[in-house]
């Protein structure tokens, strides 16, 4: 018996992380395997966008490099002035993109990706 046969995923990736103040994040490995091909993302016209309100959940367009990418609303905040759509800042790209939504079945312009983004935050 080959000795790699014996070994498990804990064997390389602990089951828990110890933080320094006695927390512990529980961690768990997913076996993801190899895809040959990218699934074919569905077309606008499959897509369904809700009528009339914008909120948690509601589809949106993003356009890099002049592809259409379709992402969703988290939730809606406001800092008291303005409200924003929280959404993945890989998502929304730079800051003053232009993003859309579909409304009434017309490409809408909805916003401009804010210049409040979160790239990295240091775990302590």
Known sequence: MNASEDLTASDFIPN?????????????????PLVEREAEAPS???????????????????????????????CLVTDGHLTYALTSRHVSGEPDEELFSVIGGEPVPIGKSSSKQLRRMEFE
């Open 16 to 32: 828990t992380i110890y933080l320094p103040d006695g927390r512990r994040v529980p961690l768990c490995v997913v076996e993801a």
């Open 44 to 74: 606008l016209d499959e897509l369904r966008f809700p009528s009339a309100r914008i909120g948690g959940g509601y589809p949106f367009i993003s356009r890099v490099q002049g592809i259409d990418h379709v992402a969703s609303i988290g």
